[in-house]
DNA sequence: TTCCCGAGAT
DNA sequence: ATCTCCGGAA
């Protein structure tokens, strides 16, 4: 039965896999790892130009490690969570100067890395190393939990129950296990989507539990109520970053930094505003200068 | 609104 | 276990 289920989903990956340019042995380790990152809560179609880009300046751990702060920034764009592009560069001066420039191979050396959790970690050990290892993603949870159990996967938290089934489902196969991992996650992202998934041409929906049951439970709310965009943190400290983003790329080239009245600017609630700024400025993000004008890191 | 190949702090 | 980190798109 999983036999057949892995069977499908292999020679589904073969024909259906999406082209994405860290695939299929073009890249190195290094370049996987960059994409792990940069696909942590992010769409793959936008992650696409921004690797390329940043490949093509930093091809490995020692150059990105030897980059400025505001450069990293700059080039992180707008894909969103900025902290990540700063942890990537930690990453990279670890890999850099513990591990000269060889990126590790085992799941708990890459766990110990700086922005690398759980998911990371496995991936990458899965991916671009081919190690045996479950890997335990959103789509992967979503995807085990349909076709294995027919129920849905809550949000949150993989469960134990979610840990112990990635595990168990697990080919014991050490090449196999790496395209089911892939062939999984790339399900559940093409076909097996969360709020409407496309069973009439799923090559598994045959040995479905989930629709053989009648997709119970599809379309319910499965995370928490999220905090609304407008008006947060999250989009005022995004609204500060891309003002010293652009800054830095116009021709207005700033040896001193954004001035505090142009800063005061780009949002009415000065008190939150300030709080951002502050929490940006914890987060090494932005530098403050003595005269209150913001800059990005040297 | 929800989701997107999550991580780190509390 | 829960919260906060961006931004784009369905």
């Known amino acids: 039965m999983r036999e057949t289920v892995r069977r499908r989903l292999a020679a589904w990956w073969e024909v259906n896999a999406r082209d994405l340019p860290w695939r299929f042995g073009r890249t190195t380790p290094w370049g ?15 992650v696409v130009p921004y690797w390329t880009e940043w490949m093509r300046t930093w091809p ?5 490690a030897a980059a400025s702060a505001a ?21 990279a001066r670890a890999v850099a100067q513990r591990y000269d420039d060889e990126l590790p191979d085992d799941y708990e050396t890459l766990l110990s890395l700086p922005g690398v959790g759980d998911y990371t970690a496995s991936a990458v050990s899965s991916f671009a190393f081919g190690r045996r290892v479950p890997v335990i993603d959103t789509n992967i949870r979503r995807v085990l939990s349909r076709v294995l159990l027919g129920v849905e996967s809550r949000g949150g938290a993989a469960t134990r129950t979610e840990r112990d089934l990635a595990a168990d489902a697990l080919p014991s196969d050490v090449a196999e296990s790496v395209v089911w991992n892939q062939s999984v996650m790339e399900l559940g992202a093409v076909v097996c989507t969360a709020k409407k998934p496309s069973c009439e041409i799923c090559p598994i929906a045959g040995l479905c539990a989930f629709l053989a049951a ?8 499965r995370t ?17 970053l891309d003002a010293l983003r652009r800054r830095r790329t116009g021709s207005d080239a700033s040896a001193s930094g954004l001035p505090r009245d142009e800063v005061e600017a780009l949002w ?5 505003l300030d709080a951002c700024i502050a929490s940006l400025d914890d987060d090494g993000l932005i530098d403050i200068l003595p005269d209150g004008s913001l800059t990005l890191p040297r």
């Open 71 to 91: 450069e990293v920034i700059t080039a992180w764009g707008r894909l969103g969570y900025p902290r990540r592009a700063l942890r990537l560069q930690e990453c």
């Open 224 to 240: 928490r109520p999220r905090q609304r965009f407008q008006g947060t943190d999250r989009q005022v400290r995004g609204i500060v």
């Open 268 to 272: 009415k609630d000065h008190a939150q």
């Open 214 to 221: 009648g997709r119970p439970g599809l379309g319910e709310r």
């Open 60 to 64: 490995d751990a020692a150059a990105l």
């Open 32 to 46: 996987v790892l960059v994409s792990e990152v940069m696909s942590q809560q992010t769409q793959m179609s936008r």
